[in-house]
């Protein structure tokens, strides 16, 4: 049995944010983002501290009803 890991993103109508990977998943993730989600600009950002609190970048936005 295997398990996926979670994707952990925050999708807007013109991004998508996400923490950046190591250097070699890097590329294949972007890649991967910009197949799923076309026509959104893809921003890898470098969130080392946000994990060690035990979170990602969902845990730092909270959608607000238009």
Do not use: C, H, Y
């Not at 026509?39 to 009803?65: A, C, K, Y």
């Amino acid at each position: 049995m295997s398990s996926s890991p979670a994707a952990n993103l925050f999708i807007t109508e013109k991004n998508v944010l996400t923490a950046r990977s190591g250097a070699e998943q890097q590329d294949l993730q972007e890649q991967q983002l910009r197949d799923f989600l076309p026509g959104r600009e893809i921003r890898m950002l470098g969130l080392d501290t946000i994990p060690r609190g035990g979170g990602g970048i969902r845990s730092l936005t909270q959608p607000v009803p238009a």
